[in-house]
């Protein structure tokens, strides 16, 4: 019977200790997935904040290349004006009012152009652009949109002395 009580109180003992020790180690697994988590979280907040400001890179780099490329378009456009004002000058009257009137149609869109540039430039400046991979679609669609209104207004202006040649 001692032997019994010893054995018993030997399987308890090691039960209890045995119990307790996967307690603390259940412990102490929670709370080093709960660290593991938090640092997943703060890893992921980084790299979601490293991927923003790798596009935001990016997408301004590009933006200043467009935006020195557009100012030169412009520049030139608004030399090509000036060189067609002097030969509207020299037309008869009637020609001198249509040409005159056809260019101003012509000026007023590359001033909505230029104006255009300058908004979203001050966008870039004042950093009201977000960031995000849509931000280089929607760059990409706004650059493609104002090549394509410069190459149609600058042809509207070489075709401007074509149409006054065929009359």
Same mark, same amino acid.
């Given at each position: 019977?001692?032997?019994?009580?010893?054995?018993?109180?030997?399987?308890?003992?090691?039960?209890?200790?045995?119990?307790?020790?996967?307690?603390?180690?259940?412990?102490?697994?929670?709370?080093?997935?709960?660290? +593991?988590?938090? @640092?997943?979280?703060?890893?992921?907040?980084?790299?979601?904040?490293?991927?923003? @400001?790798?596009?935001?890179?990016?997408?301004?780099?590009?933006?200043? #290349?467009?935006?020195?490329?557009?100012?030169?378009?412009?520049?030139?456009?608004?030399?090509?004006?000036?060189?067609?004002? #002097?030969?509207?000058?020299?037309?008869?009257? %009637? @020609?001198?009012?249509?040409?005159?009137?056809?260019?101003?149609?012509?000026?007023?869109?590359?001033?909505?152009?230029? +104006?255009?540039?300058?908004?979203?430039?001050?966008?870039?400046?004042?950093?009201?652009? @977000?960031? %995000?991979? #849509?931000?280089? %679609?929607?760059?990409?669609?706004?650059?493609?949109?104002?090549?394509? +209104?410069?190459?149609?207004?600058?042809?509207?202006?070489?075709?401007?002395?074509?149409?006054?040649?065929?009359?």
């Amino acid at each position: 019977m001692k032997t019994k009580i010893v054995y018993l109180i030997t399987t308890i003992f090691l039960a209890v200790i045995l119990l307790t020790s996967c307690g603390k180690k259940s412990k102490q697994d929670a709370t080093e997935v709960k660290e +593991d988590v938090i @640092e997943l979280n703060k890893d992921l907040t980084r790299g979601a904040m490293d991927t923003a @400001e790798e596009i935001k890179i990016a997408v301004t780099q590009e933006w200043d #290349k467009f935006k020195a490329s557009s100012e030169k378009a412009i520049e030139k456009t608004e030399e090509e004006i000036k060189k067609i004002r #002097k030969k509207i000058s020299k037309a008869n009257k %009637n @020609e001198h009012e249509r040409l005159t009137q056809k260019l101003n149609e012509l000026e007023q869109r590359h001033i909505v152009l230029k +104006d255009k540039l300058v908004v979203r430039t001050e966008k870039f400046k004042e950093n009201r652009i @977000e960031f %995000n991979e #849509k931000a280089k %679609n929607i760059e990409k669609e706004f650059e493609r949109e104002f090549n394509h +209104d410069m190459k149609t207004l600058n042809q509207a202006l070489k075709d401007l002395f074509k149409d006054n040649m065929n009359n």
